[in-house]
């Protein structure tokens, strides 16, 4: 885990995602129960429109959890809210970042709110949202 000292402007260390495989999409379906077939059967994607399967929301919204975790321990996050942004499809490559737009006392606790974000590697934002740290 990095030292999380944050000042407001300043970026968290990014956190780089492989590329989502299908291997990817099936194992978070069995992990989180959501066995929509729109994420792993190609056939049931083309139907609807779609040149190919696509990545569950909350598997972005996973890896955005990581980055908070990387940064702080659990129990230091006091919120944490997303919004699904665009489709992130297979074979794309998140990077899920972070910026300090606050530092504030709440209630006697330093609390920093950090921005975020997961957009793809041709520049498509696929997630936005915030969460508020405790700092020590």
Not at 47 to 57: M, N, R, Y
Not at 60 to 76: E, I, K
Not at 115 to 132: N, Q, S
Request: proline share 5%; hydrophobic share 45%; with cysteine.
């Amino acid at each position: 885990m990095t030292v999380f000292t944050p000042e407001v402007g300043a970026g968290v260390q990014p956190l780089r995602i492989d590329p989502i495989s299908r291997t990817t999409l099936a194992l978070f379906a069995g992990a989180s129960g959501d066995h929509n077939p729109i994420h792993i059967d190609l056939d049931v994607a083309k139907s609807a429109g779609l040149d190919d399967v696509f990545a569950h929301g909350m598997l972005s919204m996973a890896y955005l959890g990581r980055l908070l975790t990387d940064l702080v321990p659990q129990q230091q996050l006091r919120s944490y809210k997303v919004r699904f942004a665009s489709i992130t499809p297979v074979h794309g490559q998140p990077t899920c970042t972070g910026t300090v737009t606050s530092i504030d006392e709440v209630g006697g606790e330093r609390l920093a709110t950090v921005e975020l974000k997961v957009a793809l590697a041709d520049g498509t934002v696929t997630l936005l949202g915030d969460a508020v740290i405790a700092l020590d």
